[in-house]
């Protein structure tokens, strides 16, 4: 079946500018979930390309913003689940985009505005993909299709994993493909197995109801100092967290797990200079440092108490907030987590330092030796013709655990993104080689699925 | 003697217009420090006054704000230092005030506007006091009177130790009166006998050039984190300040400071419920929290790191600030704490937390047994009509210790102010009657010091 490749590549180079109108015409209708701008309006694109593309959709109501699901039968019944969402990130700062982020435009390969590459362009890619796969295949495809297209990717997904539950029947597939793959600067396609949790509190403690003059430090009490000395019992500057309990639930890494994050390549040096950090935490090299992403971290995102201007001024804060989140590995339970911190927090005195939880995803992951994790890494291989790299578990978090862990069945990436798409950024671009090759790689999947 | 407190008060009341009309004419030119905003202009005004009263006056250059010394020669060479201050606090928020901080307005009693407490009122309080003694004692003055002008003390006075220093020979004097001294909320007159030093320091620390996403937080080291650390090496949750050496110089209270302590009004509960503190630090009451001022504290003013805006941001901060003062008590230095916490920082791993040195001023304090002390609690009483408060150590700091220290003299107070004078705030104001009774104490006083 390799000699597909080329002919799938052949089909989708011939009708690539019919592609990137659909991607144009979706970018141009803002979709913010941050702000809500536009969430309405674009549902009924997505259900209207999935159509366009001879597949059923309908559009669900959530809480928050539409969800569309829709099917397409093909030759199996075995069925592949395709992820992506219709939501991006806010434009600003608005000037520092060469060309403005809802007009799309072409230059010198790619695609540049706000969700070309996260996620409209990805999405598009795979309507290629299955249009290619019908082409090659005498207008039949080898496996089902069933596609989830959600509107709040960008905030968290905070419907999704209760959207998924209720609907598991209509959602059914053997395995999913999720947004976000692509290759890395080495052009190797990367295949992502999992992601770590998160949980975001924001903590917050207020001593008095106005600040006051430092010369009374004496006898008033201090929030700022509240806060550094609760935050100092979560975590110790050897960076080992110190909630009872907070480990419990760590699974560590298999013998192959190692062997996966060994071999991915990694420059050390480079990414410390990418950041200017004088050493990594724990002053970590190698094979050390990159092993660490299945231990959980504790970070403070930020942090704000009382006099911040010139100079200083002598006052006593009332008030103080840290904003933290909780990446979390497998099987840690964000649930957990928040009850443990509360336990803690009052146990080590700090019962006046109120926690706001501003979100929680789960962790989640695939076993390499799942067949859908060799299908996809040869099939990369061959469209790519450089080795795969498999990635155990990636440092972030993502919805994906609402698929995950809900229909148990293994979540791998495949996709149009490379290194530096700007995601989230001014400038967000996709290279439009990129987009053939995702495309290609996608549609060579869904022909060899029904054969696993 | 005492029979001239009542020709002093009339004096003063026969004249009062004028003076409010000097205090006004003082008060339109603003003058405030921060922003350097008329000092040039404010300065001359003080020496034509000092002129029209009768004083030699002249103005010297420093590196920051001229200051203006006068002298008044005496019958007897027994000379006594009177201090003021002719810049001001910044008027912000202007849409607080009744009247415009810069128009001084009377009404009910009070004489509104910014400087007319702190501290243009009462220099010329203290040109009114010069006035009734000489016309009482048939145009003499019994002792003289050397005046301190400065126009830096709301930005912490960085010129007028070394001013003194260069320039002590002209400033030869028994003793000084200090600014802001006045009534409390009894109607006591309250005699300062000391202030703790300050020093306030900005610790900063940069571990990154740049934020970083905090699914790389196993990775990447966190500039909140590193700072929280750092801070909780300086102060426990008890309170106890941790850096080696710091309490090496506190000199403990004597017996009678502890007497004068306890018998000062305090009413916790008022106190506390100003600022809506549900306990004072530690936990303690009435004798052992105000004896606590003779206790050197560590003040977080303010943080700030990373992200601080609605919701939550997935970053790892680059850089984290905190604002720090120490208030420090007698005998205390700066300059050694400044470079104790250098050394505790470095012994404690954290050399790459950088120390900015915003300010610095020096404990200082006058015997409750000098003659002076005793004097103005006397004379003050029979203005008054009430016992004095001897207050031993204020919570604040002063440039006062550029005179006490270094003329080695005893430093008291005593003034037009009540304890709701909003001073530094909007409707700063003094009442009319304070400025007469206050003006009459310190004729009082020049009156019967060459008697000590």
């Given at each position: 079946?390799?000699?597909?490749?080329?002919?799938?590549?052949?089909?989708?180079?011939?009708h690539?500018?019919?592609?990137?109108?659909?991607?144009?015409?979706?970018?141009?209708?803002p979709?913010?979930?941050?702000?809500?701008?536009?969430?309405?309006?674009?549902?009924?694109?997505?259900?209207?390309?999935?159509?366009?593309?001879?597949?059923?959709?309908?559009?669900y109501?959530?809480?928050?913003?539409p969800?569309?699901?829709?099917?397409?039968?093909?030759?199996a019944?075995?069925?592949?689940?395709?992820?992506?969402?219709?939501?991006?990130?806010?434009?600003?700062?608005?000037?520092?985009?060469t060309?403005p982020?809802?007009?799309?435009?072409?230059r010198?390969?790619?695609?540049?505005?706000?969700?070309?590459?996260?996620?409209?362009?990805?999405?598009?890619?795979r309507?290629?993909?299955?249009?290619?796969?019908?082409a090659?295949?005498?207008?039949?495809?080898?496996?089902?299709?069933?596609?989830?297209?959600?509107g709040?990717?960008e905030?968290g997904?905070?419907?999704?994993?209760a959207?998924?539950?209720?609907?598991?029947?209509?959602?059914?597939c053997?395995?999913?493909?999720?947004?976000?793959?692509?290759?890395?600067?080495?052009?190797?396609?990367?295949?992502?197995?999992g992601?770590?949790?998160?949980?975001?509190?924001?903590?917050?403690?207020?001593?008095?109801?106005?600040?006051?003059?430092s010369?009374?430090?004496?006898?008033?009490?201090?929030?700022?100092?509240?806060?550094?000395?609760?935050?100092?019992?979560l975590?110790?500057?050897?960076?080992?967290?110190?909630?009872?309990?907070f480990?419990?639930?760590?699974?560590?890494p298999?013998?192959?797990?190692?062997?996966?994050?060994?071999?991915m390549?990694?420059?050390?040096?480079q990414?410390?200079?990418?950041?200017?950090?004088?050493?990594?935490?724990?002053?970590?090299?190698?094979r050390?440092?990159?092993?660490?992403v299945?231990?959980?971290?504790?970070?403070?995102?930020?942090?704000?108490?009382?006099?911040?201007?010139?100079?200083?001024?002598?006052?006593?804060p009332?008030?103080?907030?840290?904003?933290?989140?909780?990446?979390?590995?497998p099987?840690?339970?964000p649930?957990?987590?928040?009850?443990?911190?509360?336990a803690?927090?009052?146990?080590?005195?700090f019962?006046?330092?109120?926690i706001?939880?501003?979100?929680?995803?789960?962790?989640c992951?695939?076993d390499?030796?799942?067949?859908?994790?060799?299908?996809?890494?040869?099939?990369?291989?061959?469209?790519?013709?450089?080795?795969?790299?498999?990635?155990?578990?990636?440092?972030?978090?993502?919805?994906a655990?609402?698929?995950a862990?809900?229909l148990?069945v293994?979540?791998?990436?495949?996709?149009?993104?490379?290194?530096d798409?700007?995601?989230?950024?001014?400038?967000?671009?996709?290279?439009?080689?990129?987009?053939?090759?995702?495309?290609?790689?996608?549609?060579?999947?869904?022909?060899?699925?029904?054969?696993l």
């Amino acid at each position: 079946m390799e000699g597909s490749s080329e002919r799938f590549e052949s089909f989708i180079r011939q009708h690539l500018e019919g592609y990137l109108a659909e991607i144009i015409r979706l970018c141009e209708q803002p979709s913010v979930s941050a702000t809500r701008e536009g969430l309405r309006e674009c549902a009924p694109l997505v259900c209207e390309a999935l159509q366009d593309h001879g597949c059923s959709a309908r559009k669900y109501e959530t809480p928050g913003s539409p969800v569309i699901v829709g099917h397409a039968t093909g030759k199996a019944e075995r069925t592949l689940l395709l992820y992506n969402h219709y939501d991006v990130q806010p434009p600003e700062p608005l000037e520092a985009w060469t060309s403005p982020p809802f007009e799309p435009a072409v230059r010198e390969g790619r695609l540049y505005g706000r969700g070309t590459a996260d996620d409209k362009g990805e999405f598009v890619a795979r309507l290629a993909a299955v249009d290619a796969v019908r082409a090659v295949h005498g207008g039949a495809l080898p496996c089902s299709i069933v596609w989830l297209v959600e509107g709040e990717e960008e905030i968290g997904s905070p419907h999704l994993a209760a959207f998924v539950r209720e609907q598991a029947s209509m959602l059914g597939c053997c395995g999913a493909l999720w947004e976000a793959g692509g290759v890395n600067a080495g052009g190797r396609p990367v295949i992502g197995l999992g992601y770590r949790g998160i949980l975001a509190v924001e903590l917050s403690v207020e001593t008095m109801n106005t600040e006051a003059h430092s010369g009374k430090a004496h006898l008033l009490p201090n929030a700022a100092w509240r806060m550094v000395w609760a935050l100092q019992t979560l975590k110790g500057p050897d960076e080992g967290i110190t909630i009872p309990g907070f480990h419990a639930r760590v699974t560590p890494p298999s013998l192959l797990d190692l062997e996966l994050l060994d071999a991915m390549p990694l420059d050390d040096d480079q990414l410390r200079a990418t950041y200017g950090a004088a050493e990594f935490v724990r002053g970590l090299k190698g094979r050390d440092l990159r092993r660490r992403v299945f231990e959980p971290t504790c970070t403070i995102q930020g942090i704000t108490s009382g006099y911040q201007g010139p100079g200083d001024k002598t006052v006593i804060p009332h008030r103080a907030v840290a904003k933290l989140d909780f990446r979390l590995v497998p099987d840690q339970d964000p649930d957990d987590i928040l009850a443990r911190l509360r336990a803690h927090l009052d146990e080590q005195g700090f019962a006046d330092v109120h926690i706001h939880c501003h979100g929680a995803m789960w962790p989640c992951r695939t076993d390499a030796h799942d067949p859908l994790v060799g299908l996809t890494a040869r099939t990369g291989e061959q469209v790519y013709r450089k080795p795969a790299v498999l990635s155990p578990l990636s440092g972030g978090s993502s919805p994906a655990y609402a698929v995950a862990n809900t229909l148990h069945v293994p979540v791998v990436t495949a996709g149009i993104g490379y290194w530096d798409n700007r995601m989230h950024a001014p400038d967000e671009h996709i290279r439009i080689d990129d987009f053939v090759a995702g495309a290609c790689h996608i549609a060579r999947i869904i022909e060899e699925l029904a054969l696993l």
